[in-house]
């Protein structure tokens, strides 16, 4: 692409932002999850991933594209292509972030790469992610953020071949992701992107044959697979890859296997295809 070296210049580029954890979009998703209703006292640890519902993008209604994401430039690079995905995440959770906690996060643009598939021009954009609590000098988490940017779906165009679900879960659990779930995570999160909530737009403009299961929500159904399996775990890390869309109208499953303090994490389709490979450690 002629916009590359453009859209490398991007790389080093720097945003803090900074955030109160509030126990409300806590007790929120919560609800969301389906868990009982519970206090949440100042002190409370976020459980992992959930630092999500924390720097939402407060862009103003006239800083919002066709799509529902804020228009290209700014922090992120302008990247000229029309559909944007989060491909995946990588997390260190060095110390707890607590409800009560003042935060800052420091985002810095870590790479840009341009390539050609399958299915056309990609740019894949990586943000680092650091969140310091209450002013101190170390970060309590870190996070690696993959964003893909593509082309649009050509009429026609063939979908990438499925990759089948492992098959030897010790543990699973089955999600429903109806229109209620993706607005209701959607309004937490604060996330504009129609492919989540407009069927018109996801099917007519984007080309997908439903609405788009957020893919955060998914990584965040492994890790609650995960405590409701194991309640006293402390996760040390994570790490995900989007491996294939879930749409909305069949259900979809969730599963995991623990080895020693590793846990294989996967979510499937209701035709048993791999849509999401994740990995946690456990701290010992």
């Known amino acids: 692409m002629n916009a590359a070296p453009d859209l490398r210049a991007w790389i080093g580029r720097t945003e803090t932002l900074r955030d109160t954890i509030d126990p409300t979009p806590v007790a929120a998703l919560a609800a969301t999850l389906d868990h009982p209703a519970a206090p949440v006292p100042p002190g409370t640890p ?141 309004a937490l999160t604060f996330n504009g992107h129609r492919i989540h909530y407009d069927r018109r737009y996801v099917t007519e403009v984007e080309g997908y044959p439903g609405l788009v299961v957020h893919g955060p929500l998914i990584a965040t159904l492994l890790l609650d697979l995960l405590h409701r399996q194991l309640p006293q775990a402390d996760v040390a890390a994570f790490r995900f890859r989007a491996v294939r869309p879930t749409f909305d109208g069949q259900p979809f499953r969730i599963d995991g296997a623990r080895d020693g303090l590793t846990v294989r994490l996967w979510a499937q389709d209701h035709e048993g295809w791999l849509t999401m490979d994740a990995v946690a450690t456990l701290r010992a």
């Open 46 to 186: 976020l459980p992992p991933l959930w630092h999500w519902l924390y720097f939402l993008p407060l862009h103003r209604q006239s800083e919002l594209g066709p799509d529902g994401h804020a228009r290209r430039g700014g922090f992120l690079p302008p990247v000229p292509l029309p559909r944007r995905m989060w491909a995946g995440s990588q997390f260190e959770f060095r110390s707890p972030v607590r409800v009560g906690d003042g935060v800052q996060r420091l985002s810095t643009i870590e790479d840009v790469t341009s390539k050609t598939g399958r299915s056309g021009a990609l740019v894949f954009v990586k943000v680092r992610h650091e969140l310091r609590c209450n002013g101190a000098a170390q970060p309590a988490l870190v996070e690696w953020h993959d964003i893909v940017y593509r082309e649009a779906k050509p009429p026609g165009a063939a979908e990438p071949p499925p990759q089948p679900a492992p098959q030897r879960a010790a543990w699973q659990r089955e999600i429903v992701p109806d229109e209620v779930l993706l607005f209701r995570y959607s």
